[in-house]
């Protein structure tokens, strides 16, 4: 089983900045099938980034996502309102994982 | 576009049977896997398992010997079965198109289990 761990478990910024997610895997994600996902307060997950660095549809460019191997990065260039949530990066495999998550909050 | 939509009922007993439908709209259900995933209040998410339009499934190993899943292709639907429930199976559950990532989602369904 593959376990991913997400860092920081909370990031406080201002709107403008820039955000980096962090999400470590305890063994290597194969051919990069790593996913992540942004979730508002009572909203369901939306795909932003699949095979690590793949936009998914109508997502900004504002998303990068990058990494190989075990050590994967969100990438969020300049913060906008909206963007203040949770975000959870996610394995794909034979039986897929999620990590803990890491909220992203107004500072 | 494609649409997903969860129905059931929003309270189980324990030691009852869990059962949710999904309904798929907008497109068809076949040729896609489609997978049953679920965040208890104020946590995390966990995938539950995952079915193929085929029948073939694959389910979470911490939830295997309780999940039962099917498909209805002549529906649009796919269900999941959830047996011999406890306070620990209360949460949103969702359920999602799985291409390896889930790139779509329905909106959620709440079950609580409780007396």
């Known amino acids: 089983e593959i376990v991913l761990t997400q860092s920081p478990g909370t990031l406080s910024l201002s709107p403008g900045e820039r955000a980096t997610l962090s999400c470590r895997a305890s063994q290597s994600v194969s051919s990069s099938y790593l996913a992540w996902y942004q979730q508002k307060p009572g909203q369901a997950p939306r795909l932003l980034i699949y095979?690590?660095?793949s936009r998914a549809t109508g997502i900004p460019d504002r998303f990068s996502g990058s990494g190989s191997g075990t050590d994967f990065t969100l990438t969020i260039s300049r913060l906008e309102p909206e963007d203040f949530a949770v975000y959870y990066c996610q394995q794909y495999g034979s039986s897929p994982g999620f990590g803990q998550g890491t909220r992203l909050e107004i500072k | 576009q494609v649409q997903l939509q969860e129905s059931g009922p929003g309270l189980v007993k324990p030691s009852e049977t869990l059962s949710l439908t999904c309904t798929v709209s907008?497109?068809?259900?076949?040729?896609?896997?489609w997978s049953w995933i679920r965040q208890p209040a104020g946590k995390g998410l966990e995938w539950i398992g995952r079915?193929?339009?085929?029948?073939?499934?694959n389910y979470n190993p911490s939830l295997k010997s309780r999940v039962t899943m099917s498909v209805d292709t002549s529906k649009n639907q796919f269900s999941l079965k959830l047996s011999s429930v406890t306070a620990a199976d209360t949460a949103v559950y969702y359920c999602a198109r799985d291409r390896y990532a889930f790139d779509i989602w329905g909106q959620g369904t709440m079950v609580t289990v409780s007396s």
């Open positions: 907008g497109g068809s259900i076949s040729s896609y896997y």
């Open positions: 095979g690590a660095s």
């Open positions: 079915i193929y339009t085929s029948g073939s499934t």
